[in-house]
């Protein structure tokens, strides 16, 4: 069992359309961070929120982190095909320093 | 460039012969940590270290083994591969809790 889990497990959407992934746990997270993998490479940071209530954006993402700091989502507007890719939500617990936990990932198309 | 560097990038082997699969990073980091992906699981941590001869259990440690005998390195030691340890394999680093910094990956197969 995965302490964040994330949803969709797979999202294929037409470019141009808009797309949100979502993180949720039943812990509380110190900060919750999203990477994105593309294939045969490490995932790479997109964000880290820290704060509960926190939004961010970056170009045509948002992210925003729980009030109560247990769950995150993820709203791509516009999408591109650039945008393919798996997004993972990732974080440590308040009581396991040191201990990354990730979610099993959304695999994002984007077709043209 | 900063980075970190995993070797080999692919291994096929066989039931029992132990391997190592090395890390090494050049951003002066004190936190480094192992993680397995599998399809459907995401990565899953194995073992982290927060500094030298410091390192600890992750998620899914059994069947590996970890060292941190200076800051640069943390070799992923497998004494004894079995098949379900077939999968691939990330070394990250980072300042602490900070932005992690993954390796290109390590993809293995036990026959």
């Known amino acids: 069992t995965q302490l964040l889990e994330q949803s969709p497990q797979f999202l294929s959407i037409q470019e141009g359309e808009n797309l949100t992934v979502y993180c949720n746990s039943s812990s509380v997270f110190s900060s919750l961070q999203w990477y994105r993998q593309e294939p045969g490479e490490g995932p790479v940071l997109l964000v880290t929120v820290v704060t509960g209530g926190e939004v961010k954006k970056l170009k045509r993402l948002t992210f925003q982190f729980g009030d109560a700091r247990k769950d995150s989502s993820l709203h791509i507007t516009a999408a591109q095909p650039g945008d393919t890719g798996l997004y993972l939500c990732?974080?440590?617990?308040?009581?396991?320093?040191?201990?990354?936990?990730f979610g099993a990932g959304t695999q994002v198309v984007v077709t043209p | 460039e900063a980075q970190v560097t995993q070797n080999p990038r692919y291994l096929i082997t066989v039931t029992g012969k132990k391997l190592t699969v090395t890390c090494s990073q050049n951003m002066n980091h004190e936190y480094m940590s192992w993680y397995r992906q599998d399809p459907g699981l995401g990565l899953r941590q194995i073992y982290y270290?927060?500094?030298?001869?410091?390192?600890d259990k992750g998620d899914v440690p059994e069947g590996y083994k970890v060292s941190r005998k200076e800051k640069r390195n943390f070799p992923l030691i497998l004494e004894s591969p079995s098949p379900n340890q077939t999968s691939l394999y990330f070394c990250?680093?980072?300042?602490?809790?900070?932005?992690?910094?993954f390796g290109e990956g390590s993809r293995l197969t036990v026959l």
């Open positions: 270290s927060m500094n030298v001869e410091v390192t």
């Open positions: 990732a974080g440590m617990t308040t009581d396991s320093w040191g201990k990354f936990q």
């Open positions: 990250a680093s980072s300042l602490v809790f900070g932005e992690l910094f």
